[in-house]
């Protein structure tokens, strides 16, 4: 099993920054690519950014350019550093880790942005 822990969500002004934090440990050999998806009320789970273990990254095009996906191997932890937000930027956001075809989800926190 893999569990993951994101920190870093908050209420932001519209056009400020959050740095999100996502700690894997558990069974996290062999993990491939892990990413963020976010969820806003009323609607369907989204993906916003993946990383591959070599680093490969692939954006939503709504964030692309004002989000950044990183990952520190060592550490266990990816990280999405969102600049420019906007509100419609406001969901819970979710870790996933996909470890030989199985992924696995955080629990969320949740990224508020006000105008």
């Known amino acids: 099993q893999v569990q993951l822990v994101e920190s870093g969500g908050g209420l932001v002004q519209a056009g400020g920054s959050l740095r999100l934090s996502c700690a894997a440990s558990?069974?996290?050999?062999?993990?491939?690519?892990m990413g963020w998806y976010r969820q806003a009320p009323g609607k369907q789970r989204e993906l916003v950014a993946v990383?591959?273990?070599?680093?490969?990254?692939n954006y939503a095009d709504s964030v692309q350019g004002r989000f950044t996906i990183s990952r520190d191997n060592a550490k266990n932890t990816v990280y999405l550093q969102m600049n420019s937000l906007k509100p419609e930027d406001t969901a819970v956001y979710y870790c996933?880790?996909?470890?030989?075809?199985?992924?696995?989800w955080g629990k969320g926190t949740l990224v508020t942005v006000s105008i």
């Open positions: 996933n880790a996909d470890r030989y075809g199985m992924d696995h």
């Open positions: 558990g069974s996290i050999f062999s993990i491939n690519v």
């Open positions: 990383i591959t273990s070599g680093g490969s990254t």
